[in-house]
């Protein structure tokens, strides 16, 4: 889906399958990692900030001795409210043993504990200074920096205590965390790996929380859920853990175990949050989506944040091919908003492709009425066409192209739809024209070129063909409609764009399109004329063209075709089986098959092929599967790009 406006701040919108909305409160995000993993890594790390001392089930101590009197005594002022008396007494203690670590800590953490940063940094410091290897000294003043985001500061002490003491679990843990706030995550890693699972259920929930920040990072969102749910498991009625491991098994792709978590968080309290990534969940699992639909429309939130509900939950429902209650979404969207131009455009958008035509047009007017545009006009030229009514139609996209003259697209669309109705003097005007305008676009060129076979000027028609394959730097797309173009001349490929054709295959001898539609147009044109003394090229061309790539229907029917010619039938069997496979459609191919069949005597075969073939000749119609190329692969993609300013 493209996230762009024109100048009118409507979305564009592409043809009748692909008209893409926008919803500026679910922008996407561009290259690199997707929103929910950054989202989720923000998640993991911060519910991460608690001091993991405590995972590996005791502090690391000065000493073997318990808290001297003065330390118990502050701790239990502390708990009593009374923070500045334990303060004092600490003070105090520290006059008369001034190289107690135990004392420097606790009054370092109740500084801490009481938001007087800057003094607990200066008693870790101290503490570090007149303690330089003591391990308590160094996990203290890591933990805060931890604490405080000078995570570089933090990975320089508790990697130096590491070093000197590689068993000490729970340095070595705090030491994972800094580096993995850093995006360390290999580093992280390896000192994880030397920490055993601890047997505490909050220890293990830190601990495994850590685990999933660093698989998340290295690029493993399988192992980072597994991680989060193995600390689910550990606490199984913590709400907010369970929605971290949601949001991991949704990274993951494990949409499954998504919702088993989601369930009972978002039936216990809904919210937006949860609710949408239920949803998100439930649609990617095929499950049934109403009551989850249901309870999120019924949410109680002011009007912007409703506003965001609805565009984000249409989002998620137009990704899911769920145009019906998207249009919902966006049309209650528009009941909170009327103003939003863009919003309402996207509602026009989704009742169209949910089949309702009339409720679209009805849409289109308010957009008419409030702010005309191309957009707008070539919705409803779509809309129109789809209705069957041509001169609406025409008159929609003549007035997308007055409304934006400068855009190359609407002029396509216009031209297109005058072609679809045997209009094609009008169109080669349009098309003219609009060459005129955009010399450089190959899609203007392809459909000059399009519109020049269907009026039988030829010459003008492989003229226009070669331009747009220059322009577009010889891509299979020009060469494949100006194949099909040929292919649809009653009289066979013209003379110049057999030689065109060919003569691009010799410049481009590893590029299977040139290859394949030199050999085709080559074995047309002997056919028709009965001449087969250019069999020997044109079997090479074309097994050429299946060596690299054995699955292209155009050479596949064409060899078997031109194999079924020469009466070679074991071999002309095996190709031709093989195109009416890959175009089931394609009248000519069973017909051949057909033939094949019955010099191998088998009758019953050759009769079945002989009733496809008369099925595929009632529904062939190469001037309409040329328009539909043209149709739904260059003007669609032409509408995807942003308009021009």
Not at 27 to 45: A, D, E, K, V
Not at 251 to 263: H, K, V
Not at 299 to 328: C, F, I, T, Y
Request: hydrophobic share 40%.
């Amino acid at each position: 889906m493209n996230w762009s406006t024109g100048p009118s701040g409507l979305a564009n919108g592409n043809k009748a399958q692909d008209h893409s909305p926008y919803f500026p409160a679910a922008r996407r995000n561009g290259p690199g990692r997707s929103r929910s993993t950054s989202f989720l890594l923000i998640l993991l790390l911060v519910l991460l900030q608690p001091v993991l001392r405590v995972i590996c089930g005791a502090e690391v101590s000065s000493s073997a001795r318990a808290p001297n009197s003065a330390e118990k005594r502050a701790l239990q002022l502390e708990q009593a409210g009374e923070s500045q008396e334990a303060e004092t007494l600490l003070k105090s203690a520290l006059v008369a043993h001034p190289a107690d670590l135990d004392l420097r800590l606790a009054l370092g953490h109740l500084y801490a504990r009481t938001g007087q940063l800057e003094q607990a940094e200066q008693e870790f410091r101290q503490a570090f200074r007149q303690h330089p290897s003591r391990s308590s000294a160094e996990l203290a003043l890591g933990s805060f920096y931890n604490a405080e985001g000078k995570f570089a500061e933090a990975e320089e002490i508790l990697r130096a205590s590491v070093q000197r003491n590689p068993h000490l679990l729970a340095v070595c843990l705090e030491l994972a965390l800094a580096q993995a706030r850093q995006h360390k995550y290999a580093d992280a890693e390896t000192n994880i790996r030397a920490v055993p699972v601890p047997a505490a259920p909050d220890a293990q929930v830190r601990y495994y929380r850590l685990v999933a920040s660093i698989r998340s990072g290295l690029g493993d969102p399988a192992g980072a859920a597994r991680a989060m749910e193995r600390a689910v498991r550990a606490a199984p009625d913590d709400q907010q853990l369970r929605m971290g491991a949601a949001m991991a098994e949704a990274d993951a792709g494990d949409w499954t175990a998504c919702i088993a978590n989601l369930s009972p968080v978002y039936s216990k309290q809904p919210n937006p949050t949860v609710g949408l990534l239920l949803l998100r969940a439930q649609l990617a699992t095929h499950s049934d989506i109403t009551s989850t639909l249901s309870s999120l429309r019924v949410l109680s939130l002011p009007d912007d944040q409703a506003m965001v509900l609805r565009l984000r939950s249409a989002e998620l429902l137009v990704d899911a091919g769920k145009h019906n209650e998207a249009a919902e979404e966006l049309s209650a969207a528009v009941k909170l908003d009327g103003k939003r131009l863009d919003v309402r455009y996207n509602l026009a958008v989704e009742q169209f492709r949910g089949g309702q035509r009339d409720e679209s047009l009805n849409t289109i007017a308010h957009l008419r009425a409030q702010e005309d545009s191309a957009e707008v006009e070539d919705l409803a030229g779509d809309i129109e066409e789809e209705k069957g009514d041509y001169l609406a139609a025409v008159h929609a996209y003549q007035s997308s192209v007055s409304l934006a003259p400068k855009e190359e697209r609407y002029r396509l669309s216009l031209g297109t739809e005058l072609i679809r109705h045997l209009n094609y003097d009008a169109a080669f005007l349009v098309f003219q024209q609009a060459a005129q305008m955009f010399p450089d676009s190959a899609r203007v060129y392809i459909g000059l070129g399009i519109t020049y076979h269907f009026l039988q000027k030829e010459d003008e028609s492989v003229a226009a063909f070669l331009r747009a394959d220059e322009l577009s730097g010889n891509s299979s797309e020009v060469i494949g409609y100006f194949g099909v173009s040929q292919l649809g001349n009653p009289d066979g490929p013209s003379e110049i764009a057999v030689k065109a054709a060919c003569a691009r295959a010799d410049a481009n001898p590893n590029d299977p399109s040139s290859l394949s539609w030199c050999g085709t147009l080559l074995f047309r044109r002997a056919s028709l004329a009965g001449n087969q003394s250019g069999l020997p090229e044109i079997l090479r061309r074309l097994q050429s063209a299946t060596r690299l790539q054995p699955e292209d229907p155009v050479a596949t029917c064409s060899l078997g075709s031109a194999l079924a010619w020469g009466e070679q039938w074991q071999t002309a069997r095996h190709w031709l089986e093989t195109c009416v496979r890959l175009q089931p459609g394609l009248a000519e191919g069973h017909y051949r098959l057909s033939r094949v069949y019955k010099e191998l005597g088998l009758e019953k075969e050759a009769h079945q092929q002989a009733e496809l073939t008369q099925k595929a000749f009632a529904e062939r119609d190469l001037r309409e599967g040329l328009l539909k190329k043209f149709t739904y692969e260059m003007i669609d993609e032409s509408k995807s790009v942003p308009a021009s300013k």
